[in-house]
């Protein structure tokens, strides 16, 4: 619901401006003046005189005449008939209200919420806060805090659920030359969030004229899809996106809801949501600024990374970090490299890292740089430079400059003497230079974004028969189904299973088992957890067993009967789904058995799964080894593991009224996957 008023207004009414800056009245109306807004200024305030700050100043917002927007800055008591005279008698087509004591205060507070968001909505006005900072576009600065950032048209769109965390985070990133497009601060997403303006964004964007990099700080996320949607949509035009997702714990979950007034989302949903995207998740305010002003720099095509630097410990530092997570620094040698050497001082090394040691020159920079450019097999480079007081690094801050500029190959300058040479990076920065602190969380941020998955354009899910399972599902009550019931689920699906009987009485139990050829498992039929009551023996081979196991079983708590299968071989395998409130299902796999509860190892996807998710859920399990097969143990067939995954995707996406749901084991080997255990958990509104 974002309008042009809201973007390019022209004229701004300041509803609680004032004379004092030290008030958010008086700043934000500072700030719309020295930041040269083109427009008319007004001014409500009921104890000013004919100006304030040298803007005309009225006693009621009905002595205003027609206004584009308006920023509140007034108790949140008086804010709805306010609005409701902007709105309805003055032509306002967007508010901005800084205050706070809304939602996220009181009960009382949420009322008074719930009336502005119902008079703009009826006036078709955007509505941006309660409690926030405000709002900056190429247009005007609409914020009461400072620092007011470099703007410019190919800077960053910055998008925060919190008012203070956008000053901190402008903060950082003006130490690395950060330029901005706009700024949006939602406060608690009344009426706009996180995603209304991210639509706005695309709906917008204009490839190679528009804001490359999109960065958020979110708290909550009120429409998964749509997120997902313009995410998705922004990254296949080009632009790339960033993101905090705070109170990722029950506690910082806790904390993120009290502060902006809207319910903090499940963590696990917010990962899938985000790698399915092409978002680049964040964790702290440094690594969110690093990572988007790596994204300034463009797509390097691979990655091969180069390193130039006069220091040897800053580039064995930024190698480790590197090559840990994926990056390679490849080795110079040969001809091209001999040459290279040939140009530096004595005891400089070209292997890569390329060090030229510390009375290295602009010159020889500059040599080395061209090598990697023409030479060398690298996607990008670095360059680390310092300044031990051996003279100033004017000369090297503008070489790299002009190196940018003729290089296809994006060139990261990480300047490290940010107190020694703080005068030359603040030069080079002003001349619309963007530089690194620091060379390990560089290396750190480079690899998150270079080993960050491509957004997901489509999922085709494999066919199921859906009739089938839409009867199962409508005529279920609430709860855990029957295993029979489950069973028809799973054939539905196209998933294998394991042969299965239950028995009510010992004679049903001889004959089934006596039906199956070879030992067979006997698991209770009733209890959630079997292994915990003692509801599961294995490898039961003769009648005796099989009467003295039915007879113990019965007699466990809430027992109905007993569930009899072949025992299988193979490695165990779990895969399973948990619906989220907003977010539809998370589809998880991982290795099965107790190593779910013991390792924790496991990958999720948000649904539908595509056939590259569902591989790269596979590949990203820190015991994917076991699943490939290793030192001579058979593995699991991965394409079927694969298909198993995106049939169950396609079973929740039948029926959404699935709650939970577990295969728990699967027993794979190279020729199959059969499901041994399952447990479906209805739920319906």
Do not use: W
Not at 164 to 176: D, K, N, P, S
Not at 334 to 363: H, I, M, Q, R, W
Not at 390 to 403: P, R, S
Not at 607 to 623: D, G, K, Y
Request: with cysteine; aromatic share 6%; glycine share 10%.
């Amino acid at each position: 619901m974002i309008n042009r008023k809201l973007i390019c207004p022209k004229s701004i009414a300041v509803i609680g401006g004032s004379d004092d800056t030290c008030k958010p009245g008086g700043t934000v109306l500072k700030n719309l003046i020295s930041n040269k807004f083109k427009g008319n200024i007004y001014v409500v305030n009921p104890k000013a005189g004919e100006t304030v700050q040298g803007c005309k100043a009225f006693r009621s917002a009905s002595d205003l005449p027609l206004v584009d927007l308006a920023i509140l800055a007034i108790p949140a008591k008086f804010c709805p008939d306010t609005v409701d005279i902007l709105c309805n008698q003055k032509n306002c087509g967007a508010i901005i209200i800084i205050s706070a004591g809304f939602a996220e205060d009181s009960p009382e507070g949420a009322i008074l919420e719930k009336k502005i968001v119902d008079i703009t909505n009826a006036a078709g006005a955007s509505l941006i806060g309660p409690n926030c900072v405000g709002v900056i576009t190429p247009n005007y600065a609409g914020v009461f805090t400072q620092p007011i950032p470099h703007l410019a048209p190919r800077g960053i769109d910055f998008i925060s659920g919190s008012g203070a965390t956008i000053v901190f985070i402008l903060e950082t990133g003006m130490q690395f030359g950060l330029r901005f497009a706009s700024v949006f601060s939602i406060g608690n997403c009344a009426q706009i969030g996180v995603e209304d303006v991210l639509e706005y964004l695309d709906d917008n964007y204009v490839p190679g004229e528009s804001a490359p990099v999109k960065m958020l700080y979110i708290e909550s996320i009120n429409n998964p899809a749509k997120l997902l949607k313009h995410a998705s949509s922004l990254a296949r035009k080009g632009a790339r996106i960033c993101a905090i997702k705070a109170g990722y714990s029950e506690a910082g979950s806790r904390a993120a809801s009290s502060h902006t007034g809207a319910m903090a989302t499940p963590d696990k949903a917010v990962t899938a949501l985000f790698r399915k995207a092409g978002i680049v998740r964040c964790y702290s305010r440094t690594e969110l600024v690093t990572v988007a002003a790596i994204m300034m720099f463009g797509k390097p095509a691979g990655k091969k990374f180069g390193i130039i630097t006069h220091a040897g410990g800053p580039a064995v530092m930024l190698t480790d970090s590197l090559t840990t997570n994926g990056i390679q620094v490849p080795h110079f040698s040969g001809e091209k490299a001999d040459a290279l050497l040939a140009k530096l001082y004595k005891g400089s090394s070209v292997g890569n890292p390329v060090d030229f040691l510390s009375t290295g020159t602009a010159e020889q920079m500059r040599a080395i740089t061209m090598a990697m450019e023409n030479d060398f097999d690298v996607d990008a480079m670095c360059i680390i430079f310092g300044k031990p007081g051996l003279g100033d690094l004017y000369g090297i801050t503008d070489e790299i400059m002009e190196l940018q500029k003729e290089c296809k190959k994006p060139i990261y300058p990480i300047l490290t003497s940010v107190v020694n040479a703080s005068d030359e990076i603040r030069r080079f920065q002003e001349k619309g230079g963007i530089s690194f602190p620091e060379e390990v969380q560089f290396g750190q941020a480079y690899a998150k974004i270079m080993n960050a998955p491509a957004p997901i354009e489509k999922a085709d899910l494999p066919p199921v028969d859906r009739d089938l399972i839409r009867k199962i599902v409508d005529t279920a009550g609430k709860g855990y189904l029957p295993p029979d019931k489950v069973q028809e689920l799973l054939d539905a699906a196209g998933i294998m299973r394991a042969k299965e009987f239950i028995a009510h009485n010992i004679s049903e139990a001889l004959k089934a088992a006596n039906e199956i050829e070879g030992p067979v498992a006997m698991k209770v039929v009733g209890p959630i957890h079997k292994s915990d009551v003692g509801g599961v023996t294995l490898n039961v081979s003769d009648n005796g067993t099989v009467k003295y196991e039915f007879q113990r079983m019965m007699k466990i708590p809430d027992a109905i009967g007993v569930l009899i299968q072949p025992m299988l071989t193979g490695t165990q395998i779990f895969v399973g789904a948990k619906r989220e409130n907003k977010f539809g299902h998370i589809i998880m796999c991982g290795l099965g058995g107790i190593y779910v509860e013991v390792l924790h190892d496991v990958s999720t996807g948000l649904s539908p799964i595509s056939q590259i998710e569902a591989n790269e859920m596979i590949h990203h399990l820190r015991s994917y080894p076991l699943i490939r097969g290793i030192r001579g143990q058979e593995g699991v067939n991965e394409t079927i593991l694969s298909e198993v995954i995106r049939r169950v995707s396609a079973l929740c996406n039948a029926a959404p009224e699935i709650f939970e749901m577990d295969i728990n084991p699967l027993m794979g080997n190279s020729r199959q996957l059969v499901a041994v255990d399952t447990r479906i958990r209805i739920e319906k509104e």
